[in-house]
């Protein structure tokens, strides 16, 4: 019997949100991170992070949080270390302010370094890219 044709990969994105789609070895994985750049958000950080694992409690969608603490001086890290332990959140903390847009660069990276991605063309090195996926460590 013949394999059923896979999606292709799909990357989407609005704001500080990215889904990416991950096909690998015929495995199918979709995450979606969320990205949060935050500065002094120790009042209101909690209370996001506990609406989205609220939503995500509703909905069978894998997911990860990534917060980027931009040297917050208000209690933003402790805020967010009870996160840590009951829902998918990595934070990054920064030791000097970066800014909004930085912050968010920064998450984008941390995104992405967590994906892989092949150009279509047969000269791509596939098992260079399976060596180094998440999903195979």
């Known amino acids: 019997t013949a394999a059923a044709p896979r999606s292709p990969p799909v990357a ?15 495995f199918t994985r979709r995450v979606l991170y969320i990205c949060i750049p935050s ?3 120790a009042p ?3 209370v996001l992070l506990w609406r989205i694992r609220k939503v995500f ?18 209690g933003t890290a402790e805020t967010l270390e009870p996160y840590q332990k009951v ?17 968010t660069e920064a998450l984008l990276r941390a995104a992405s370094d967590r994906t892989r991605s092949l150009a279509a063309s047969i ?8 060596s180094r996926s998440p999903m195979t460590a």
């Open 44 to 46: 209101t950080v909690g």
């Open 12 to 26: 989407t994105g609005r704001s500080s949100c990215l889904a990416f789609l991950f096909p690998f070895s015929g």
């Open 57 to 74: 409690q509703d909905y069978s969608r894998e997911y990860e949080v990534l917060v980027y603490d931009d040297a917050s001086t208000d």
């Open 123 to 130: 000269r791509s090195r596939t098992s260079f890219v399976a």
């Open 39 to 41: 500065y002094n958000e």
């Open 87 to 103: 829902m998918p959140v990595s934070v990054i903390s920064g030791t000097t302010r970066i800014g909004y847009a930085k912050a």
